[in-house]
Nanobody
């Protein structure tokens, strides 16, 4: 069984910063990539940033230059540093990981429960 647990969501003023963290636990053999999605009320879930275990990171155009994703492979965690927050960044933020639970198992996607980020004055 695999669990992803997010933390760090909060209410913040425009221009402020937050750091989201996500820890993966359980039976994990290998993590191939981890990332963050977000979903605002009435909108579809969208990819914010993703980071493979090796390779280039990806950022949505709307967050480039403001958000930074990082991974700690030893701790199976992924973080999202968010600076210069805007009203439109308000959303539930979800952690996502593509991983396998054994050497011969196929990789699957797992999701966390989400952490709320609200940008408001």
């Amino acid at each position: 069984q695999v669990q992803l647990v997010e933390s760090g969501g909060d209410l913040v003023q425009p221009g402020g910063s937050l750091r989201l963290s996500c820890a993966a636990s359980g039976t994990i053999f290998s993590i191939y990539d981890m990332g963050w999605y977000r979903q605002a009320p009435g909108k579809q879930r969208e990819l914010v940033a993703t980071m493979p275990s090796s390779g280039s990171t990806y950022y949505a155009d709307s967050v480039k230059g403001r958000f930074t994703i990082s991974m700690d492979n030893a701790k199976n965690t992924v973080n999202l540093q968010m600076n210069g927050l805007k009203f439109e960044d308000t959303a539930m933020y979800y952690c996502n990981a593509r991983l396998s639970t054994c050497r011969i198992c196929n990789a699957k996607y797992y999701w966390g429960q989400g952490t709320q980020v609200t940008v408001s004055s």
